[in-house]
């Protein structure tokens, strides 16, 4: 098996059908683990490739006619990526053995005359490395760091040039695994201690003291301890939002959009695996991520219901939290989803009617006195701070709880959970705790 060329098709796969890669990867992950191939090497070419290819599209027309360019295949264009992301961003990897690599392949798959064009990008851009950036500020973070120039605009109208180049570095930084200690189990302390006589180091949070971060998430992930369901994989942001929710032992909670499961399996473990967490999502293969997550865990007070969270019934206010974590555009996320940012402009109107549907259908099932948690994955206002405060406005219902209350004071902002990714090393998050009042 060839790692390059898997990547490759890979990864004209994901930029062809422009769809999200977590399938797909997972798919092609597990042949190539099943085969002892460099899956490392894998998914830093694929995912490197799909997060950085607007940067590599602007220096690869400093070495060619822009205008001819614009006209070359995607397939073509793929093979340029695969070779010029090896040079600029793998030190590992030496540029002779990436130039002749992908020039090979453009041979085997391609043609010679294809075989040439790559070699002769590649070579004069390791003649001439120095890449010259548009003035316009927007446009130099867009191409620089490799993100939708609107994007980048939209971020500097919010937070500032400053600021916005912060959030692009971010994203483009190999994140540290976030560990969850499975707390029906053992311990933070435990878990530390299991693990420093493996020779893999685990931090513990300032966030948490149920959750850990390692900078050797391959080493922990191949330990038995997380197939036999002493801790999860989970960012502190989501963690964060579950400690909001502040699930308490024999409650009945309602979680919508509930798949693949992170956060529920949370729930279920503050709960000391006592009461009922009813989990609702319409995506069968993703409850089946649940499923396996809760059986890992040995969590049995999990009811799994495959059904559209937006018309889920029947309508009762019989819960006595309910949290809807609500589709999102997903900004906090582009660090770990390589291939979202380049889809985060996909009809943001209808975006914002949808969750505003789901926090007003969510609301009917908070019994009075109960507790309903709105939370996305998305740092944009239009779909967090707004979206509440048009909520609170006409649900008299209803009224804000101070998030300051649940969690450390410097993951919020105006009673809400914030959390900015390069200000608090984690994704970036929104989650709005509001209480039922009659």
């Given at each position: 098996m060839?790692?390059?060329q898997?990547?490759?098709?890979?990864?004209?796969?994901i930029?062809?059908?422009?769809e999200?890669?977590?399938?797909l990867?997972?798919?092609?992950a597990?042949r190539?683990?099943?085969?002892?191939e460099?899956?490392?090497l894998?998914?830093n070419?694929t995912?490197?490739?799909?997060?950085?290819?607007?940067?590599?599209?602007?220096?690869?027309?400093q070495?060619?006619?822009?205008?001819?360019y614009?006209?070359?295949?995607?397939k073509?264009r793929c093979?340029?990526?695969?070779?010029?992301?090896?040079?600029?961003?793998m030190?590992?990897?030496?540029?002779?053995?990436?130039?002749?690599?992908?020039?090979q392949?453009?041979?085997t798959l391609?043609?010679p005359?294809?075989?040439?064009?790559?070699?002769a990008?590649l070579?004069?851009y390791?003649?001439e490395?120095?890449?010259?950036?548009?003035e316009?500020?927007?446009l130099?973070i867009a191409?620089?760091?490799?993100?939708?120039?609107?994007?980048?605009?939209?971020w500097i109208?919010?937070?500032?040039?400053?600021?916005t180049e912060?959030?692009?570095?971010?994203?483009n930084?190999?994140?540290?695994?976030?560990?969850?200690v499975?707390?029906?189990?053992?311990?933070q302390?435990?878990?530390i201690h299991?693990?420093?006589?493996?020779?893999?180091?685990?931090?513990?949070s300032?966030?948490?003291?149920n959750?850990?971060?390692?900078?050797?998430?391959?080493e922990?992930?191949?330990?038995?301890?997380?197939?036999?369901?002493?801790?999860?994989?989970?960012?502190?942001?989501?963690?964060?939002?579950?400690e909001l929710?502040?699930?308490?032992?024999e409650?009945?909670?309602?979680?919508?959009?509930?798949?693949?499961?992170?956060?529920?399996?949370?729930?279920a473990?503050?709960?000391n695996?006592t009461?009922?967490?009813?989990?609702?999502?319409?995506?069968?293969?993703?409850?089946?991520?649940?499923?396996?997550?809760?059986?890992?865990?040995?969590?049995?007070?999990i009811?799994?219901?495959?059904?559209?969270?937006?018309?889920?019934?029947?309508?009762a206010?019989?819960y006595?939290?309910?949290?809807?974590?609500?589709?999102?555009?997903?900004?906090g996320?582009?660090?770990?989803?390589?291939?979202?940012r380049w889809?985060?402009?996909?009809?943001?109107?209808?975006?914002?009617?949808?969750?505003?549907?789901?926090?007003?259908h969510?609301?009917?099932?908070?019994?009075p006195?109960g507790?309903?948690?709105?939370?996305?994955?998305?740092?944009?206002?239009?779909?967090?701070?707004?979206q509440v405060?048009?909520?609170?406005?006409?649900?008299?219902?209803?009224?804000l709880?101070?998030?300051a209350?649940y969690?450390?004071?410097?993951?919020?902002?105006?009673?809400?959970l914030?959390?900015m990714?390069?200000?608090?090393?984690?994704?970036?998050?929104?989650?709005?705790?509001?209480?039922?009042?009659?």
């Amino acid at each position: 098996m060839n790692i390059r060329q898997e990547a490759y098709h890979t990864v004209v796969k994901i930029l062809k059908d422009k769809e999200y890669s977590d399938t797909l990867l997972h798919q092609k992950a597990k042949r190539i683990k099943e085969s002892q191939e460099n899956l490392a090497l894998f998914y830093n070419l694929t995912k490197g490739i799909v997060k950085m290819h607007l940067k590599l599209d602007y220096i690869i027309q400093q070495f060619t006619d822009p205008r001819r360019y614009q006209s070359t295949d995607l397939k073509t264009r793929c093979l340029l990526y695969l070779g010029l992301y090896q040079i600029i961003f793998m030190n590992s990897i030496p540029e002779h053995a990436a130039v002749h690599e992908t020039v090979q392949l453009a041979k085997t798959l391609m043609s010679p005359a294809t075989a040439d064009f790559v070699n002769a990008i590649l070579r004069s851009y390791l003649r001439e490395p120095a890449v010259n950036y548009p003035e316009n500020i927007a446009l130099r973070i867009a191409y620089e760091h490799s993100y939708p120039p609107e994007l980048i605009r939209q971020w500097i109208d919010l937070w500032g040039a400053e600021e916005t180049e912060y959030l692009a570095l971010f994203f483009n930084e190999n994140p540290e695994l976030h560990l969850r200690v499975n707390t029906t189990a053992t311990s933070q302390a435990k878990l530390i201690h299991y693990f420093s006589k493996r020779d893999v180091r685990l931090e513990p949070s300032s966030a948490s003291p149920n959750l850990l971060t390692t900078k050797q998430g391959e080493e922990a992930l191949d330990a038995v301890a997380f197939s036999e369901g002493y801790f999860s994989v989970q960012d502190t942001s989501a963690a964060l939002i579950v400690e909001l929710l502040s699930p308490q032992p024999e409650e009945n909670i309602l979680d919508l959009f509930a798949a693949p499961g992170g956060k529920c399996t949370y729930i279920a473990e503050l709960m000391n695996n006592t009461g009922e967490v009813v989990a609702v999502d319409k995506i069968p293969n993703k409850m089946k991520l649940l499923k396996q997550a809760a059986d890992r865990l040995q969590l049995t007070n999990i009811k799994q219901v495959v059904a559209d969270s937006f018309t889920y019934g029947p309508v009762a206010p019989a819960y006595d939290r309910v949290l809807v974590d609500a589709p999102c555009s997903g900004w906090g996320v582009f660090g770990r989803k390589s291939d979202l940012r380049w889809q985060v402009h996909q009809n943001l109107p209808e975006l914002l009617k949808l969750q505003e549907k789901a926090l007003i259908h969510a609301a009917n099932f908070v019994k009075p006195g109960g507790v309903l948690v709105y939370s996305t994955c998305t740092m944009n206002p239009a779909e967090n701070e707004l979206q509440v405060q048009k909520f609170l406005k006409q649900n008299g219902r209803y009224s804000l709880v101070n998030a300051a209350e649940y969690i450390p004071e410097r993951f919020t902002a105006a009673g809400f959970l914030v959390t900015m990714p390069y200000k608090h090393n984690m994704d970036g998050a929104f989650a709005a705790k509001m209480v039922r009042s009659s």
